[in-house]
């Protein structure tokens, strides 16, 4: 009797247990290390990253400066000029205290009024890119459509003494009259006009800053 009154507190003390046990299975645990992947699996967005700048690319785009030696009479004077990015494939260098510039689709322009302030017309520098069948055809036309007797000749320019052919031409000789100075450059299959603009009076102190302008044309040979 008192053996089966000891199995009957065992049998009733294990159902207890077994009971409190399986309450506790229905409490679910997620483990640490998964909750930490979860919330490293959400991306975060990419930064905004800016486009790169191209540098030299438009036409008056500033690339630097640089000593130029000039003659003034007998005497050397070193001279800052600045370069700039010219029409596609050359750049060039001028004195931004002498001449101003303007920049076109087609077209670089120079001007100063160093000749005086007086005059309603700058004497100019134009380098514009044109098209034709050759230089000298070109040369040829801009000599028949002046009207004057013009002088031509086959010539360098630039730094690289580029070949070009040269028409002069003066529209008179008393001292306000208008002179001009072509330069027709063929270079890697594109055609460039020069064009200086001057007086007959300035002719000898502007013209040759007008030439000085011209001697730093530099094409890209790359």
Do not use: H
């Not at 909750?35 to 500033?62: F, K, L, M």
């Not at 050397?76 to 700039?84: E, F, L």
């Not at 029409?87 to 205290?97: Q, R, S």
């Amino acid at each position: 009797m008192v053996r089966r009154l000891q199995a009957w507190l065992f049998l009733v003390l294990l159902t207890f247990l077994c009971g409190c046990s399986a309450g506790r299975t229905s409490e679910v645990a997620v483990p640490e290390e998964q909750t930490e992947q979860s919330e490293e699996a959400v991306p975060e967005e990419p930064e905004a990253v800016p486009e790169p700048i191209e540098v030299g690319t438009e036409p008056g785009t500033v690339l630097g400066e640089e000593k130029i030696v000039l003659m003034q009479g007998e005497e050397a004077q070193t001279v800052p000029y600045t370069r700039i990015q010219g029409l596609e494939g050359f750049t060039i260098a001028y004195d931004p205290e002498y001449f101003t510039l303007e920049v076109s689709e087609k077209e670089l322009c120079f001007q100063s009024y160093a000749y005086g302030p007086e005059s309603e017309t700058p004497v100019s520098v134009r380098i514009t890119e044109t098209e034709g069948a050759s230089a000298q055809a070109l040369a040829d036309q801009y000599a028949a459509e002046s009207n004057q007797e013009c002088l031509m000749e086959e010539v360098t320019a630039g730094e690289g003494e580029y070949p070009a052919i040269w028409v002069s031409y003066s529209e008179g000789m008393d001292p306000e009259s208008r002179t001009c100075d072509l330069y027709v450059i063929r270079y890697n299959e594109k055609l460039y006009v020069v064009q200086m603009d001057c007086f007959v009076e300035g002719y000898e102190e502007m013209g040759a800053a007008q030439e000085s302008l011209l001697s730093t044309l530099r094409f890209d040979e790359g």
